[in-house]
């Protein structure tokens, strides 16, 4: 089978068995014995090429009776999809929903299924923060916005959103904008 004059068999096969992330969109695989299609960059255990189908379109598969693979998701139109992305955005969410609480990495990994370790590496892997200095940017965000919109002092936006003492809040602040809430407030 030929798709395209430059997509041979013997090219997706290669692709499919090195999980080669510039095909995804290009063609998609299904496995016989399991019902299921790929994007040829899947992780999943190599099938296979008895077994397989290659296929142009989603459409095409999933009209053949094969469905969708739960973890590279080829029913998405994305061109490339990364499973992480969706962990590091469900983070984002939970920090800035849940910003002026205690929030501890091992808590936040528990809710996220990973361990502490990979959480905080991958997150920074894709943000370039890590959780915790994002949930400082998100809280320091925050007190911008009280300290330009609200009569709050300094201390009572402090605990309202999250620190727990005072010179916390005052050090972060600092690092952040260059001054201190007081100063930032009058300019």
């Keep these: 089978m030929k798709i ?42 190599t099938p296979q090429l ?29 061109k490339h999809y990364d499973p992480s992305q969706e962990i590091v955005e469900d983070v984002k969410t939970i920090l800035e929903n849940r910003y002026y609480e205690t929030i501890q990495l091992k808590r936040l990994a528990q809710d996220v299924g990973l361990s502490p370790f990979y959480l905080n590496r991958l997150f920074k892997e894709k943000t ?5 200095q994002y949930l400082e940017k998100v809280r320091i965000s925050k007190a911008v916005l009280l300290l330009k919109t609200t009569d709050l002092s300094s201390t009572e936006i402090c605990f309202q959103i999250g620190y727990g003492n005072l010179s916390s809040f005052y050090k972060a602040f600092k690092n952040m904008t260059g001054c201190s809430p007081g100063q930032y407030r009058v300019n």
């Excluded at 068995?17 to 299609?37: K, L, M, Q």
């Excluded at 379109?57 to 080829?74: D, H, I, L, S, V």
């Design 4 to 45: 395209s004059d430059k997509l041979t068999v013997e090219v997706m096969w290669k692709a499919t068995v090195t999980c080669d992330v510039r095909y995804d969109g290009e063609f998609f695989y299904a496995v016989i014995t399991t019902g299921i299609f790929c994007r040829p960059s899947c992780k999943s255990k």
């Design 50 to 78: 008895k077994n397989i189908r290659f296929f142009k379109y989603t459409r095409e598969a999933m009209r053949e009776g094969f469905r969708p693979c739960k973890r590279c998701r080829p029913d998405l139109y994305v």
């Design 128 to 132: 370039g923060f890590t959780p915790r």
